[in-house]
Nanobody, 120 residues
């Protein structure tokens, strides 16, 4: 299973970006999908998660500015980021709990990360 993230870049404060992540491989189904981020010198932290049932969890720091969504048919998760701030600068990683077709077990996977830089 591979998670391919895209959509990062450089944006000015107040701007917007949309991150995408698509999972591929021996996927039977996907439970929770989400986004985490890691800024230089800091620990990786949860940004937003969406479950297969449509429940959402957001970090307090992004509530009202970021929106997570998923497309189950495409095994994809998205993160719409609006009103970006310099403190949102980080490497953003997608994450998924995947039930495999081979073993039927659930395994957690990480994408490769995409850089988001918010700066003038």
């Amino acid at each position: 299973v591979q998670l391919q993230a895209s959509g990062g870049g450089l944006v000015q404060p107040g701007g917007s970006l949309r991150l995408s992540c698509a999972a591929s491989g021996t996927i039977f189904s996907i439970n929770a999908m989400g986004w985490y981020r890691q800024a230089p010198g800091k620990q990786r932290e949860l940004v937003a998660v969406v479950t297969s049932g449509g429940s959402f969890v957001y970090a307090d720091s992004v509530k009202g500015r970021f929106t997570i969504s998923r497309d189950n048919a495409k095994n994809a998760v998205y993160l719409q980021m609006n009103s970006l701030k310099p403190e949102d600068t980080a490497v953003y990683y997608c994450n998924a709990d995947v039930r495999l077709t081979t073993t039927f077990s659930v395994v957690n996977y990480w994408g490769q990360g995409t850089q988001v830089t918010v700066s003038r």
